[in-house]
C-alpha cells in the first residue's frame, strides 16, 4: 500500500531557529517525492521536487534531502522566520508504465508554528 | 499567484443541496486535478482530468461528479450534499508529461460550508 508518514505532526519553535521534518514514504513504484507548504485556508505551493538520483535540494532557506535505500525524506529549515508558519506537506509520488500520469500520496503534513 | 483560479472563494449552502465549483488551469495546462481537504485532515485525491477526459480517480463519492470542457476550465458538482462535505476543495493543474518535474500549481481553494 502507498503511504507518507510525516513526523512530527506539529512543531512549535522560536524565530530564528533551525529545524528539521521528516517524512517516511513507501511509495512503488516511486518517482519523485515532494515538498508542499501550506499557508492556513490556502493552496498548496511547491518548494521541492527530488527524483530517485538526487539527494539534496535547496530553495532558499528550505533545504530537502532524500534517501531512497531508507524511503525517507526531510526538510530543513534554515533561520526560521514568522512567515515559515505553515503547514508543511511531503509527497510521494509513483509512476507506472501502465500509468499516463502520476499518481501522488499525500501525508498528512507537519504543523509548524514560529514564535517571536 | 499561481495561475489556477477558482471560483467560487466561499459557499454556504443546505444539507441535500447541489453546488458547482469550477476550476480555471494555468495556461498550456491540460491537467486538471481536485483535491477534498476537511478541517485537520491531509488533502484527499478526488479526480484527474486530461484534456477533456477522465485519467485517474481517488477517493471520489458517487454523489460527486466533474468535466473538463474543451477551453481546459473544470467543474466539481456535489450533490445531496452532506454535513461531512464541508471542506477545503482545491484544483490544480499540471503540464501533461511534465507535470514530474514542474509539480502541480495549486489554485486557492473554494470553502464549502453544508449547514
Known amino acids: 500500500k502507498n503511504q507518507v508518514e510525516q513526523s512530527p505532526q506539529s512543531l512549535i519553535i522560536l524565530e530564528g531557529k533551525n529545524c528539521t521534518l521528516q517524512?517516511?514514504?513507501?511509495?512503488?513504484?516511486?518517482?519523485?517525492l515532494r515538498w508542499y507548504k501550506q499557508d492556513t485556508g490556502r493552496g498548496p505551493v511547491s518548494l521541492t521536487i527530488?527524483?530517485?538520483?538526487?539527494n539534496t535540494k535547496s530553495n532558499g532557506r528550505y533545504t530537502a534531502t532524500l534517501d531512497a535505500d531508507t524511503k525517507q525524506s526531510s526538510l530543513h529549515i534554515t533561520a526560521s522566520q514568522l512567515s515559515d508558519s505553515a503547514s508543511y506537506i511531503c509527497?510521494?509520488?509513483?509512476?507506472?508504465?501502465?500509468?499516463?500520469?502520476?499518481?501522488?500520496?499525500f501525508g498528512t503534513g507537519t504543523r509548524l508554528t514560529i514564535i517571536p | 499567484d499561481s495561475g489556477v483560479t477558482q471560483t467560487p472563494k466561499h459557499l454556504i449552502t443546505a444539507t441535500g443541496q447541489r453546488v458547482t465549483l469550477r476550476c480555471s488551469p494555468r495556461?498550456?495546462?491540460?491537467?486538471v486535478y481536485w483535491y477534498q481537504q476537511s478541517l485537520d485532515q491531509g488533502l484527499q485525491f478526488l479526480i484527474q482530468?486530461?484534456?477533456?477526459?477522465?485519467?485517474a480517480k481517488g477517493n471520489i463519492l458517487e454523489r460527486f461528479s466533474a468535466q473538463q470542457f474543451p477551453d481546459l476550465h473544470s467543474e466539481l458538482n456535489l450533490s445531496s450534499l452532506e454535513l461531512g462535505d464541508s471542506a477545503l476543495y482545491f484544483c490544480?493543474?499540471?503540464?501533461?508529461?511534465?507535470?514530474?518535474?514542474?509539480?502541480?500549481?495549486f489554485g486557492p481553494g473554494t470553502r464549502l460550508t453544508v449547514t
Open positions: 495556461s498550456g495546462d491540460l491537467s
Open positions: 482530468y486530461y484534456n477533456g477526459e477522465e485519467r
Open positions: 490544480a493543474s499540471s503540464v501533461a508529461g511534465d507535470g514530474h518535474l514542474r509539480g502541480q500549481y
Open positions: 527530488m527524483t530517485f538520483s538526487e
Open positions: 509527497v510521494g509520488t509513483l509512476k507506472s508504465p501502465q500509468l499516463l500520469h502520476e499518481k501522488l500520496t
Open positions: 517524512c517516511n514514504y513507501t511509495v512503488s513504484p516511486f518517482s519523485n
